[in-house]
């Protein structure tokens, strides 16, 4: 949608926007600077740097993520997502939202957490856009979990701490309609993208594919999500993931995820100096 969205209102303010160069995070990114009347010669492919991270040995632990994290519990790591993700720009005039998908995430964490005895830990990461991540079910969420005596089965993480790390310790992560998705297919971890209901259904074609993307377990109902979950953290069955299909689209997404994206971008922001100083 943002391809369709964007370039117009760009195009027509394209001589305020003259730079030297765009450095652009994937092809797509690439594409749509394109498509809003940038000439290619001011565009160049470098990748994201902070994808540079995950080509760092770092001997990096749960305690190291927070004190609230138990080194011997499974732990999953949750995208947090609210009523309106997605929805505020592309769709001004839908009525409907993602409180029922929330809602029937929240029923299987409960279900979950029980069917484990309260024996397994939710990392609980909020963005850092809280109007539009925001869940108007989670006091009633949270008072359940209070109320059953599990409320050390969910840490809250905030966007202070970084999500490679976070990922890097996880033993399993879950999420809607994330770009976490995409870094978590650095790991070998399992990942669950969870989507269903007649909102989804209907626009699914217009967000990111996640549906249909091997490498992830897509549960297209709450039953299947519940299922998923648990063999994952009883390791009944070892819930599949494509190494190679997990590279493509880390390629399609990040460009080169190959630890040099800072290289790349340094060698521009050279380039540009010199001929500046010519």
């Known amino acids: ?5 964007y370039p117009p209102y760009l195009n027509s303010i394209i001589n305020d926007l003259k730079v030297d160069k765009i450095c652009t995070s994937n092809k797509t990114h690439y594409d749509f600077f394109l498509r809003c009347g940038f000439n290619k010669d001011n ?22 993520i927070s004190p609230n994290i138990n080194q011997t519990l499974p732990l999953i790591t949750f995208f947090s997502f609210g009523q309106f993700n997605y ?5 001004k005039e839908e009525k409907r939202n993602w409180v029922k998908l929330a809602d029937d995430f929240h029923k299987v964490f409960i279900e979950v957490i029980k ?22 079910g989670f006091d009633n969420f949270m008072q359940e979990v209070i109320s059953l005596n599990y409320e050390d089965s969910i840490v809250f993480l905030d966007s202070r701490t970084p999500t ?17 998705i995409v870094e978590a297919m650095f790991t070998n971890k399992p990942i669950c993208y969870g ?9 699914k074609d217009t ?14 109902n709450p039953l299947i999500l519940k299922d998923c979950l648990i063999k994952i953290i009883s390791d009944e069955t070892k819930v599949f993931y494509h190494r190679q299909e997990r590279d493509r689209n880390i390629e ?5 995820a190959d630890g040099n994206s800072a290289q790349r971008l340094f060698k521009v922001l050279k380039e540009v100096y010199e001929n500046f100083y010519k």
């Open 1 to 5: 949608k943002r391809m369709e969205f």
């Open 43 to 64: 565009l160049v492919l470098t990748g994201k740097p902070d994808t540079d991270a995950w080509f760092v040995e770092e001997n990096i632990t749960k305690k190291d």
């Open 87 to 91: 929805l505020n720009f592309f769709y």
């Open 115 to 136: 069917k484990f005895n309260g024996n397994i830990q939710i990392a609980y990461k909020l963005g850092g856009k809280s109007a539009r991540d925001f869940y108007p």
């Open 164 to 180: 490679i790390d976070l990922l890097k310790v996880s033993d399993c992560i879950l999420g809607f309609h994330t770009l976490g």
């Open 195 to 203: 989507a269903w209901g007649e909102l989804f259904d209907d626009i």
């Open 207 to 220: 967000l990111i594919p996640f549906h249909k993307m091997e490498g992830i377990n897509y549960c297209e």
């Open 252 to 256: 399609e997404f990040l460009f080169k």
